[in-house]
């Protein structure tokens, strides 16, 4: 298959029609020039041409086809970080700016999907299970930190009342968020993608961006053409490449792995998670899981640092989905693939200008889907002078990783079996 096609995953399979778009060739002028067809991207061009811009975007494969269309498909609240710890590194002032935001993400695609009609399987009911008293307290405490914050969705579920909503035996608790939930993600990309259309704006598929001309009108070059712009936003996160070289140096690619299951006897699926809701554990090397509409458990987990693809993906993902769901054992596994996400150093997004009129954000850690629509939001804000809430993400500090680009791989590896020694033996 083509590097610039979608990937094999259950996702494409059962993606809605969409049009194949054609490469930018030639020049031309816009407003706003975004790189990247993901969640940002388009994100940050519908909130802009729903506000008059002129807008163009540059897409290196298909719309979707990074993280965006890859990923598990939960609708999980705040950042990879949560507000305590955003209260620690910033200024009060932009820390109550972050965690009045912390839920926004949620209620955009929710009004996304209403407003356009987008089909893509919304689902309300996130879960985050303990596996231990340990987890659990930290539950408690994550459930009054949200509250602080205006979340009065969440309930704190015990032992006994889990089990109601998860057939497995692993967990000793949990916190249900009905504020979170699920969706094909894939299919909401896509929608929203047709709905910036809709409204003008254009997308060009396989057109990598591969210089960058700063000035008072930056240009965007492509192989075979050019975009000269008012605004450029970077948003290709973990496909980025080497495109912007200071944005590159303090982030690094990182793969996720998910397998997705035959059609499920519908008592089978039932009893898996009879409220539909969506699961992640609290291990630093979680996994999550969640049914998709057509009754197939999808579920993944793992990190690959440096973005390398596995081998067999199902050989890595398979055994923990049978720690948790071991009915499942004779069940066959339809689809697996990889994907990539981009991490920072401290899990926090990164978020800024580079000079006047080049706007970027990336670096969602993992948890991307509900951050990804409110940088939209913000970056379209800022672009139209309305920046307090932009700048007080662009507050967070950006650290590089230790030994630069050549040794974070291994610096972060070891990093990541200390914490799931530590998921494994519950200290």
């Not at 659990?136 to 969705?153: A, I, K, M, P």
């Not at 898996?272 to 969640?290: A, M, Q, S, T």
Request: proline share 4%.
């Amino acid at each position: 298959m083509s590097q610039t096609e979608h990937t094999t995953s259950y996702y494409a399979a059962s993606a809605n029609p969409s049009p194949e778009r054609p490469p930018l060739r030639g020049n031309t002028q816009t407003d706003v020039c975004i790189i990247g067809a993901g969640f940002t991207g388009i994100s940050a061009g519908l909130f802009l041409a729903e506000q008059g811009f002129k807008v163009t975007v540059l897409e290196s494969a298909r719309v979707g086809w990074g993280a965006s269309g890859r990923n598990g498909g939960q609708i999980v609240n705040s950042y990879s970080r949560d507000i305590d710890v955003i209260e620690r590194t910033t200024s009060p002032e932009h820390a109550a700016l972050l965690g009045q935001m912390a839920f926004e993400g949620a209620r955009i695609i929710r009004e996304r999907v209403a407003q356009y009609n987008i089909q893509c399987d919304l689902k309300d009911g996130g879960i985050f299970a303990a596996l231990t008293d340990k987890q659990l307290g930290h539950l408690e405490q994550q459930q009054r930190l949200w509250e602080r914050y205006g979340n009065d969705q969440l309930s704190l579920l015990d032992q006994s009342a889990l089990a109601q909503r998860v057939g497995s035996s692993r967990y000793v608790g949990g916190l249900l968020d009905m504020s979170g939930g699920h969706i094909h993600p894939l299919n909401l990309v896509l929608g929203e993608a047709a709905a910036l259309e809709s409204l003008g704006g254009v997308i060009h598929e396989q057109s990598a961006a591969i210089r960058v001309e700063q000035g008072q009108q930056p240009v965007v070059h492509t192989a075979e053409g050019q975009v000269t712009a008012r605004f450029v936003i970077v948003a290709g996160n973990a496909y980025l490449g080497n495109l912007i070289p200071q944005l590159a140096a303090k982030s690094m690619p990182c793969g996720t792995q998910v397998i997705t299951t035959e059609v499920l006897d519908a008592q089978l699926a039932h009893s898996l998670l009879p409220e539909d809701d969506c699961v992640e554990d609290c291990n630093y090397l979680l996994d999550y899981y969640r049914l998709t509409a057509d009754r197939r458990l999808v579920y993944g987990g793992g990190v690959s640092y440096g973005a390398r693809d596995p081998a067999n993906i199902e050989a890595l993902i398979r055994p923990n989905m049978l720690k948790t769901f071991p009915q499942l054992e004779n069940v066959k596994i339809d689809y697996a693939w990889t994907g990539n996400f981009l991490l920072t150093l401290s899990r926090l997004p990164q978020v800024g200008r580079l000079g006047d009129n080049i706007y970027y954000s990336q670096g969602c850690s993992g948890h991307g889907v509900t951050y990804t629509h409110l940088a939209g939001k913000i970056v379209a804000e800022a672009l139209r002078g309305q920046a307090e809430r932009f700048d007080a993400f662009a507050s967070l500090p950006h650290y590089p990783f230790p030994g630069g680009r050549l040794l974070r791989v291994p610096f972060t590896a070891m990093g990541a079996w200390y914490y799931q020694m530590r998921d494994k033996f519950g200290f």
